[in-house]
């Protein structure tokens, strides 16, 4: 089981494209994720699993790193909630998209960073310790920035509940995590066992939400296809790009601005097509964007993974090349 769960972690991106295609061929599969079990939504039950999982990796020490760079940290939590919001709005508008689709992009926007962009900046060699930081505050602060966000981009059009939706991002991510913290703390060695089984039971829970997402709402991708797949495309890369810009302009070290171009680029669209299909039932095509950005961003950023590794970094990176001048000088005899 042990070396299941590896493999299901180690390949997550394919199982998320995998669980997707499955949910656009098949729906009745997958469909029941939308449903309730005991009178409480599987959706906000897996979500919360996801954010649980998340917060036993955590712990309190981890916290300082904001007070030890409260700059970056700052930089970070500033890029995350102006750059893919605004974007979020500018692509709405210029590709003309209907509100339900508007509501969509725009949630995954306002929504704080995924945990796969760990992963992903690990990979690619950057800040994993900022990488980290920025998730955890992008999260902690997204009961307040993810609905007022969302309310001053499409509050005046269509008409939802800011408070409702704080209300909901606190119990499906503040709580999980407060509680996977507090296990952390109190039960180190239960959480030292379950590291191997919790990522892979995040994975199989994101991955049958986007399932249940694409079943439901396939006709409408299907519709939407190709200008869907073009904002989302460009939500993430331009996001990515954008991050990796503001740092570079704000003095900071070529790996502090991989991590931040990743975490920029890689948003929590679980999140966001969870908070679509709650609080926008009536637009049924809100959960497009989200289910179709966390497929998207797994591909995009495996390859600027592998860019980074094996082309930018070798290239661009001055303390890997500092590292390379000084492993390259001659030994002098005495």
């Known amino acids: ?90 692509l709405s508008r210029a590709f003309s998209l209907d509100p339900a689709l508007t509501v969509g992009v725009v949630l995954v926007g306002t929504c704080p960073g995924g945990t796969a962009s760990n992963v992903i900046t690990f990979i690619s060699k950057g800040d994993l310790a900022l990488s980290v930081t920025m998730t955890t505050v992008s999260t902690l602060l997204s009961p307040i920035m993810t609905p007022l966000l969302t309310y001053l981009i499409i509050g005046q059009r269509i008409a939802f509940s800011p408070v409702a939706m704080f209300w909901s991002i606190v119990q499906i991510v503040i709580i999980p995590i407060g509680v996977g913290v507090a296990l952390r703390h109190y039960f180190p060695d239960w959480c030292e066992k379950a590291k191997a089984y919790l990522p892979a039971l995040s994975c199989l829970c994101i991955s049958l939400l986007i399932a249940g997402l694409a079943g439901a709402s396939r006709d409408a991708i299907l519709a939407s296809s190709a200008t869907i797949m073009a904002v989302v495309a460009l939500h993430n890369l331009l996001g990515s790009a954008l991050g990796f810009a503001i740092g570079r302009i704000s003095g900071m070290s070529w790996k502090k601005c991989v991590a931040l171009s990743i975490e920029v680029g890689m948003q929590n669209s679980g999140l966001a097509a969870g908070l679509a299909k709650t609080h926008f039932p009536a637009l049924t095509a809100a959960t497009v964007p989200g289910a179709i950005f966390s497929s998207w961003h797994n591909i995009s950023g495996s390859i600027l993974a592998w860019l980074y590794v094996n082309y930018l970094n070798p290239r661009f990176d001055e303390e890997l090349q500092d590292n390379k001048n000084i492993s390259g000088k001659p030994s002098v005899a005495h």
Not at 18 to 27: N, S, V
Not at 30 to 50: D, H, N, P, Q, R
Not at 61 to 89: E, H, N, S, T
């Open 1 to 90: 089981m042990k070396k299941f769960c590896e493999l299901i972690g180690k390949y997550f991106g394919l199982v998320i494209i995998l669980f997707f295609i499955g949910g656009m061929t098949c729906p009745p599969a997958f469909t029941w994720v939308l449903g309730k079990l005991a009178g409480f939504s599987l959706l906000s039950m897996m979500l919360g699993i996801i954010m649980f999982g998340m917060g036993t990796t955590m712990e309190l020490k981890d916290f300082k790193l904001i007070l030890q760079r409260p700059r970056d940290v700052l930089l970070g939590a500033v890029a995350q909630y102006a750059i893919m919001p605004f974007l979020a709005y500018a």
